[in-house]
């Protein structure tokens, strides 16, 4: 019997996800005997500065997927959101299991939402696209840089100089702990999520046809389609966590696909949004794209500094 190498980070989060893709193999049949591998990132090793600041989204990646290079690991399981929206050559995204929530959440220290925030609150997040929707909407806030695990930021939260944080639902909801700690769920109307946000993506070596086959056990293919209108966007717009970047699709009664993408200033000042409907996802997110990039998006992005 052949034995499955998953590679995952070692976070909780990535450890329950990991083992909920497990799981759900096992349940599909899946004659396989697993084992984890936990890789430590530079990403997690990293915790004093912003993303963007020391090279994006990517390094919660790179190290996992040169072990699949190196064919040490067979398959990894990472949060849509944390991977660029170019793979490295021989790799691909074997699967994507069902998406969750997408939203944003609230949490704050007395449990109201934003409209309770004192004038002046300070909101923690390290993501440039959550502080630019949250400044347009309560421009009066101060968004104070926070990184971590899920429970690491809950716990700096508490302690720390927060008045609230915002992270994903679906981080909460996997965890089990959406119940205990949301104060407010942010609509995708105001506050787009990010590209592939409430997304696992599976990552697995192309060639690896025996993979892929049992991948495919937990495939959903409205997920992919949906990913691959998002992930077209990020790749037009050349998106990473550098710049404050949204995207949220979703499929239609008649299996078309909506899109609604933005791009804004880090201060929130402006914000621009594009919507549109087509069946073909990979052509809807370059449209969306070229529309915003055209409508002032370009002036924006070359307009941030270039630590930001």
Known sequence: MRKIIVGS????LAMTQTKWVIDQLKKA?????FEIKNIITKGDRILDVT?????????????????????????????MKDLPSELPEGLIIGATPARVD????????????LETLPQGAVVGTSSLRRASQLLKMRPDLVIEPIRGNIDTRLE???TGPFDGILLAAAGLQRMGWSDEV???????????????QGILAIECREHDTEVRDLLNTIHDEWTEK??????SFLAAIEGSCHVPVGGFAVINEDMTT???GFIGSVDGQEILIEKETSLDPLALGQHVAQKLLESGGREILASLPDEA
Do not use: C, N, W
Not at 9 to 12: G, I, L, P
Not at 61 to 66: A, F, L, P, T
Not at 107 to 113: R, V
């Open 9 to 12: 980070r070692s976070s909780k």
């Open 29 to 33: 049949g899946a004659p396989y005997e």
């Open 51 to 79: 993303l963007s600041k020391v090279g994006g989204k990517g390094l919660f990646v790179k190290e996992i997927e040169q072990q699949m290079i190196d064919s040490e690991i067979d398959i990894a399981v990472h949060s």
């Open 102 to 113: 997408a939203r944003d959440v609230l949490i704050t220290k007395t449990g109201g939402g």
């Open 156 to 158: 700096k939260l508490k």
């Open 182 to 196: 949301v104060s407010e769920y942010l609509s995708t109307e105001d506050m787009i999520p990010a590209v592939g």
């Open 226 to 231: 949906v990913a691959f209108a998002e992930r």
């Open 258 to 260: 909506t899109l609604r």
